[in-house]
């Protein structure tokens, strides 16, 4: 069983729309959970990061981190074309980013 | 914004062949990390260094080698490149937000070894 398991979609949605983004994770030892974003022929960047429980939220995006349930989402809202990217998740042990695990990425395609 | 920068983006080479995949950054960064990236699996680090002159291998293993001879600049190599080293390399640094998990990536170099 992997560590970190991401359904990769394809996810397409219509503009404007609500899209959950999520993961499941198998070690209750995570304490730092990323979410990056990687458009076709780029690098990841670093979307949100969470530390242990709680939600956090930039603009139109939110991070939620259930540690009681190893389940970690990401929730944009009013989504737009310029969203249409491949979204990872990761996470780390101990906040370094030598153990990082990722998951596989889940494609999303946000229509007009 | 990021700066740290990969070349070649692309290379198509046969079997056999030296290849040497630069990477540098201008952030000053400690921590550089090469990672590989293959369609339907997840990005798996290859090669990670603290500093100048120390590195050490990654979770999966790669018969490539790299070098840390400058804090900016830290280049992969693979002496003899097969059909199974086909792949996306991305590399990355991190800095003082290191415990965040931010790590900056360039924008790859997807080789294909023929």
């Known amino acids: 069983q992997k560590e970190v398991e991401q359904d990769p979609g394809p996810l397409s949605v219509p503009e404007g729309a609500i899209v959950s983004l999520n993961c499941t994770y198998s070690?209750?030892?995570?304490?730092?959970f990323m979410w990056y974003r990687q458009y076709s022929r780029k690098g990841p960047e670093l979307l949100m990061y969470?530390?242990s429980s709680g939600n956090k939220e930039d603009g139109r995006f939110t991070a939620q981190v259930d540690k009681s349930s190893k389940y970690i989402s990401l929730f944009i809202r009013d989504s737009q074309p310029s969203d249409s990217a491949t979204y990872l998740c990761a996470m780390s042990y101990a906040g370094n980013n030598r153990k990082l695990i990722w998951g596989l990425g889940t494609s999303l395609a946000v229509n007009p | 914004e990021a700066d740290i920068y990969q070349t070649p983006r692309y290379l198509v080479i046969g079997t056999g062949k030296k290849i040497t995949l630069e990477c540098s950054q201008t952030m000053g960064h400690d921590k550089m990390y090469w990672y590989q990236q293959d369609p339907g699996m997840e990005l798996h680090l290859i090669h990670y260094?603290?500093?100048?002159?120390?590195?050490e291998k990654g979770d999966l293993s790669s018969e490539s080698t790299v070098s840390r001879i400058r804090t900016e600049h830290f280049p992969l190599t693979l002496e003899s490149a097969r059909p199974s080293h086909t792949s996306q390399y991305l590399c990355a640094s991190s800095g003082p937000r290191d415990h965040t998990g931010e790590l900056f990536f360039g924008e790859g170099s997807r080789l294909t070894v023929l």
């Open positions: 969470t530390y």
């Open positions: 260094s603290y500093g100048v002159n120390s590195t």
């Open positions: 070690n209750s030892a995570f304490q730092y």
